[in-house]
């Protein structure tokens, strides 16, 4: 029997203490807050909202709280976890108190787990101080804690109901419909989504892909001339009939020469899912292989492995993923290498697409995950160290129930950024520039994933994969938050922020988003009590009040 400990309830308890309209029939909601956007950034602005006295609702298009937190990427990301505060941080004291009891730990011990410190994440938990963070955790312990700070503040959660329209007042959003034919009305609206559906609709500018270097003075943004990490080792060779450019490409290549470096274009980096899966016999479920399976998809991968091993040099699964061990013997799987878990270059459509698009697109990248794994495990071209390895992974019975043990949110790193009054560039994560109106800290790597996979001098090549470390935490602006007070002044956006494709590399990290979160509903409620726009809030009382609820603003030596 599995065994949960005493401070935390089941999911289903615990949303039952909120209220979930999924129905179908149409009502009107008031509200002074609306957050559109269940992901966590979206959890800690609604939370934040109310813990100010506002009321406050979430509008999430989908079935999923929590976005990434909740949907496998236990393994947090951040840089610096001692840039994280305020609401943020609360959450992940919120974990280290559940992992804190034995009975939290099933299929291993505590001491088990911490004793490996298999990763850095492992590494930063501590769950005997007094405030106590835990940076690695199980999806469905994160559903639970989400869910209760939610049942704790009161905010009612509309989901499964996708934005139909909005309607507006002068440079104000009067009101948002969604399908059901619900309607939504308040002061003031937070885009907290992903894709940033909201502040499209509201007309407000965005860019997608990537800038030319010179747009901002960069030198990191735009088509890389090298690509050295997550490359390919040795030649391929990219032709379905090998040395015949005439044969065609083989599949999840692209056509083209990739363009000129360091200028921009429309393609995003890659998205995969985060793969919460088990060695544990008694919690794994079977691998299955996706519908339509064909081996012939993975045909580059095959010729890879095989020309690895006529190089000398001996392919390990390890090589093709990267699971970081989160508690109770789980992981979170990410993309690791030439050919992984990232479905390079077939996201590009994505961010502008509609929902039954993003489905479409969603689906193919769970059918090319799932048949990428089951070609691993079973196909004999194949080394046999590595199929038998992967024989003994699948998913984990008790996490994502829902969907059959799959991820529920698919890994967008990337999609629609905001164009506003201040863009976070590279020159800020190298403190060249540094925002004085800061609403909470970055401090991740600048960080893409690859863009496009080509034919570069008759050979396989990956394209897009950057990983640079900024300075130290630094500062973001609340003018990157809110955009132009010309398009529209009671909107804020802390995910699809205002931001270079390399300098949101950094800040597109869950803690920043939660960070961000707080500091917009902190802003929203301002503006309501000084009867202001979003883009007059002061930012003198802002930062009082931030820094009153822990938020950290200024970066210290440590």
């Known amino acids: 029997m599995m065994h949960r400990t005493k401070p935390l309830r089941t999911l289903a308890s615990s949303l039952t203490a909120i ?23 979206g959890i800690a602005a609604a939370v934040q909202a109310s813990r100010m006295g506002h009321s406050v609702v ?46 939290a730990w099933v299929f291993e011990t505590r001491a088990e787990y911490f004793a490996k410190k298999r990763s850095g994440q492992v590494a930063a938990s501590n769950l005997d101080a007094a405030d106590a963070t835990m940076w690695t955790f199980e999806p469905r312990v994160a559903s ?9 503040a009161r ?19 009067a009101e948002i419909v969604t399908t059901p034919g619900t309607v939504f009305r308040a002061r003031v609206f937070i885009d907290a989504s992903y894709e940033g559906d909201l502040m499209a609709a509201a007309g407000v500018p965005y860019h997608v892909g990537r800038e030319a270097n010179a747009t901002y003075g960069e030198t990191l943004n735009g088509i890389r001339a ?18 015949d450019p005439k044969s065609g490409l083989l599949p999840f290549i692209q056509p083209g020469d990739g363009g000129l470096p ?33 081996e012939s998809d993975y045909e580059l991968l095959a010729r890879y492995l095989e020309a690895l091993v006529a190089a000398g040099k001996r392919p390990t699964l390890d090589q093709l993923w990267n699971p970081i061990w989160m508690p109770n013997h789980k992981t979170d799987i990410n993309n690791n290498g030439a050919f992984s878990t990232d479905f390079i270059g077939m996201n590009w459509d994505y961010p502008n697409a509609s929902l039954t698009d993003r489905e479409r697109i969603a689906r193919q990248h769970e059918n090319y995950i799932r048949g990428f794994l089951h070609f691993l495990a079973t196909n004999p071209r194949v080394p046999q160290n590595i199929r038998a390895e992967m024989q003994q992974w699948g998913p984990c019975k008790d996490e994502f129930v829902e969907t059959g043990g799959w991820p529920s949110q698919l890994y967008v790193r990337e999609a629609r950024r905001m164009i506003s009054d201040y863009v976070m560039t590279e020159h800020n994560c190298r403190y060249n520039r540094t925002a004085e109106d ?63 494709h390399i300098a949101y590399g950094s800040i597109r990290m869950e803690p920043v988003f939660m960070v961000l979160g707080q500091s917009a509903a902190t802003a929203a409620a301002l503006a309501i009590e000084a009867n202001t726009t979003v883009q007059q809030v002061s930012i003198t009382a802002l930062q009082n009040r931030l820094r009153a609820d822990r938020q950290i603003l200024e970066w210290q030596a440590h």
């Open 19 to 41: 209220v979930l309209a999924a129905s179908l029939h149409s009502e009107t909601v008031q509200s002074d807050i609306c957050v559109f956007g269940a992901t966590s950034g």
């Open 226 to 243: 090298e690509t050295p990490k997550h490359q390919f080792l040795v030649p391929v060779d990219p032709y379905i009939k090998p040395g």
């Open 58 to 103: 979430i509008v999430e298009q989908g079935f999923h709280i929590g976005g990434l937190t909740t949907g496998g990427l236990g393994a947090t990301d951040i840089g610096n976890k001692a840039a994280i505060g305020g609401v943020s941080r609360e959450f992940y004291h919120r974990i280290a108190l559940h992992y804190a009891s034995d009975r």
């Open 144 to 152: 639970t804690v989400f869910n209760e700070m939610l049942a704790e």
């Open 438 to 500: 800061s609403v909470g800290l970055a401090a991740y790597n600048m960080d893409s994933h690859n863009c496009q996979r080509i034919v570069k001098n008759g050979r396989v090549e990956n394209e897009g994969d950057v990983q640079v470390p900024p300075m130290k935490p630094y500062p973001i602006s609340y003018r990157a938050i809110v955009p132009k007070a010309r398009h529209c002044e009671n909107l804020l956006v802390p995910v699809c922020l205002s931001a270079s």
């Open 262 to 294: 360091g200028q921009g274009d429309r393609r995003v980096q890659a998205y995969n899912y985060r793969l919460c899966f088990t060695t544990n016999a008694a919690n794994r479920l079977p691998l299955v292989p996706p519908p339509n399976y064909r």
């Open 155 to 173: 905010v009612p959660v509309y989901l499964r109901h996708p934005l139909q329209k909005i309607s507006r007042r002068g440079r104000a959003i």
